[in-house]
């Protein structure tokens, strides 16, 4: 054998295990996004991770995002958790690292307790972490507390009151208040078992205590979940889209 036909033979040897190692490393993420927002929000957060190989599924919550068209003041917290259950049922998705940012934290974790078995880990991105019968209202709308949520409440939506220009596209939209107010059943204790992180973002001109999801984190925390601390504001996906990428990239290990 010739010493370039040998040479050819090794190069062609690497690129296969060079392949077989990027794939056997790939996954499959459902990326949940938060209250007022949409799928939008995480198109680039999906694209650099398909760049490494894995599967991204953005489903957008009914009456947000391109899905605005649907708003409707009976739109509930259940509607939104069956919009991702139905994408891994549909997609029939398996192994599925379930990723929820902010308000998307009460969705994924309806989704675990209604397909424990279909979810490898879960990953609680700045989130909302409840327990049995806890709302989004009993757990962050406290008219009192600083960041109540009653106050930006009309004709049965929550006003995203940051919006200025409602002609410019993608934007925030007014989210449905019911799916805020309701409570949220968990019944499937197998959803407990299920491998979990909490990510707290944080600004390194706060403490970690002066967050608003910090309780969330503790909670996280007291539970025995993986916990990172992440320094950054509340949307990560937009100002630290590398630093995110690379963090949401090493849950797949």
């Known amino acids: 054998m010739n010493y370039c036909r040998l040479l050819m033979i090794t190069f ?34 999906a694209a650099e991770l398909e760049k490494k190989g894995n599967k991204i599924y953005r489903p957008t919550l009914t009456g947000l995002g391109e899905r605005y068209h649907l708003a409707d003041t009976s739109i509930r917290l259940q509607t939104h958790i069956n919009d991702v259950v139905n994408t891994i049922l549909f997609e029939d998705l398996r192994d599925v690292i379930l990723v929820g940012h902010s308000y998307g ?25 409840p327990d049995d019968q806890q709302s989004v209202m009993t757990l962050m709308g406290n008219s ?52 979990s992180t909490y990510i707290l973002t944080y600004e390194d001109s706060r403490s970690l205590e002066e967050d608003d999801f910090y309780p969330f984190y503790k909670k996280a925390k007291d539970l025995g979940f993986k916990t990172i601390e992440f320094i950054g504001d509340h949307n990560p996906q937009i100002k630290k889209l590398k630093e995110l990428v690379d963090l949401l990239e090493r849950e797949n290990k």
């Open 12 to 45: 062609c040897f690497s690129l296969l295990v060079i392949s077989v190692n990027a794939f056997a490393q790939s996954s499959t993420y459902v990326i949940v996004h938060g209250a007022w927002g949409g799928a939008w929000q995480f198109k680039n957060t």
């Open 105 to 129: 934290g009460m969705v994924i974790t309806g989704v675990a307790d209604s397909l424990p078995d279909r979810i490898r880990k879960l990953v609680y991105l700045d989130a909302i972490l």
């Open 144 to 195: 009192g507390a600083k960041n109540g949520l009653l106050k930006f409440e009309k004709e049965g939506y929550i006003l995203p009151f940051w919006v200025k220009n409602y002609s410019k596209f993608p934007r925030d939209v007014p989210h449905p208040l019911k799916t805020m107010t309701d409570r949220i059943s968990l019944k499937n204790a197998k959803r407990l078992d299920i491998p």
